[in-house]
């Protein structure tokens, strides 16, 4: 199978890898901006309560935020938004992104569909990837799979084939256009094309020792912060039960 001059070679399209963590948004939005090198952000409405934690994330990651506007009508990539990113993630060294901004409910209310933010974003990452300036090519895409660029970005990464990773909660929590969150890892992850497998007893033995531990560390959070004093007597910790242990149980409860 020789190739013809000037042909180019198929993407091989890849699959993401997935997990959850915690419990709601805020922790996997800083666990997305902790694990890469720099995080662009596309939105039409940067004042949510969202688009202000990204970007106080990583800050506080001491990582570099990319902030680009979207313009609903005008849904194409400019080279000048292309060289202006280019520029940032050489100054950073950069291989790999997390890709956030605005959910599917405020695009919709700017007009924006889906698909056409899965087409900007893909068009964005391949232009990125491709100019002759980049220093170092974009080896890892991640987000959060929110609706909207969330989801538009891990669309990309695996259409481009670029390893990537979906960090989501560990309800697998995601806002529909209507603004209603929905809580099903199935419905999640068909966005994507996976279908969700059965979690192993170690998987969900993680995912409950991750939840406990967010639970503590917010009533961690609201007793120091809370303008009453409250007395407490000396800390107990949550014994973690090790997986022989759970196993046992199980046994003891299907018997």
Do not use: C
Request: hydrophobic content about 35%; glycine content about 8%; charged content about 30%.
């Amino acid at each position: 199978d020789n190739l013809t001059a000037g042909a180019t070679k198929a993407v091989q399209p890849t699959v993401p890898t997935y997990r959850g963590v915690g419990t709601g948004y805020p922790q996997r939005t800083k666990i997305n901006a902790q694990e890469t090198d720099a995080t662009i952000a596309l939105a039409v409405d940067f004042t949510t309560g969202g688009e202000k934690l990204t970007r106080s994330v990583v800050k506080g990651a001491n990582k570099p935020f990319l902030k680009a506007s979207i313009d609903p009508k005008n849904m194409t990539v400019s080279d000048k938004r292309v060289d202006a990113i280019v520029e940032r993630l050489n100054k950073a060294d950069a291989t790999s992104l997390n890709i956030a901004g605005n959910g599917l409910q405020n695009l919709n209310k700017a007009g924006i569909t889906q698909e056409a933010i899965d087409r900007y974003v893909k068009e964005l990452i391949e232009k990125v990837n491709n100019h002759p300036k980049l220093k170092k090519k974009i080896t890892k895409i991640q987000s959060g799979g929110q609706t909207g660029v969330d989801e538009a970005g891990i669309k990309a990464g695996m259409d481009l084939g670029i390893e990537t990773n979906i960090v989501a909660p560990g309800d697998w929590r995601f806002r529909g256009a209507d603004g209603k969150d929905i809580s099903d890892k199935a419905k999640f992850l068909e966005r994507f094309g996976i279908k969700a497998e059965e979690p192993s007893l170690d998987q969900e033995v993680e995912r409950i020792q991750d939840l406990l531990e967010s639970m503590t560390n917010k009533a961690d959070d609201f007793l120091e912060s809370s303008p009453v004093r409250v007395q407490q007597g000396p800390k107990k910790l949550i014994p973690k039960k090790s997986k022989e242990q759970l196993k046992a149980n199980q046994s003891k409860s299907e018997a």
